[in-house]
């Protein structure tokens, strides 16, 4: 697969999450699917997302850095948004934080069929002090 064609394919994928299109994640993640060494299949994943999305309602996906390098993408992704209550572990209440999420995926037949996610929480404990 080209370099261009997985490039665009993830554009496509957080354009679908950031319309909340979850009918359409099937198209851009593998049924058995494995996030953080989990496999929680195209269902579990959709759950996380629906959950994150009732935690955090105004949330954003926007790339702030791509690699790309076939059949693996690494990304580094920019949120600027309002969790409500608690976020990892954190008090934010509605408190405007900004963070980054660095996320390495494996690609297999034009999908995402593995995920590696990291959060920079410090960012945001740096935030609410």
Same mark, same amino acid.
């Given at each position: ?7 665009? !394919? ?10 909340? *299109? ?7 993640? &593998? *049924? ?7 496999? !929680? ?21 926007? !790339? ?7 059949? &693996? ?5 920019a949120f600027d948004c309002r ?11 509605g408190k405007r934080v900004v963070? &980054?999420?660095?996320?390495?995926? &494996?690609?297999?037949?034009?999908? !995402? ?17």
């Amino acid at each position: 697969m080209s370099e261009p064609n997985l490039s665009s !394919i993830y554009q496509n994928y957080l354009d679908c999450l950031n319309r909340r *299109d979850w009918s359409s994640l099937d198209q851009f993640v &593998a *049924d058995d699917v494995i996030h953080n060494g989990r496999q !929680i299949g195209v269902s579990g994943y959709r759950e996380m997302l629906e959950e994150d999305v009732r935690k955090i309602p105004d949330l954003r996906f926007s !790339i702030e850095m791509l690699i790309c390098e076939p059949p &693996a993408i690494a990304s580094r992704l920019a949120f600027d948004c309002r969790p409500a209550g608690r976020f990892l572990g954190l008090p934010i209440n509605g408190k405007r934080v900004v963070f &980054a999420e660095n996320v390495f995926y &494996a690609f297999r037949n034009g999908k !995402i069929a593995q995920v590696w996610s990291v959060i920079d929480k410090s960012a945001i404990e740096m935030q609410l002090q």
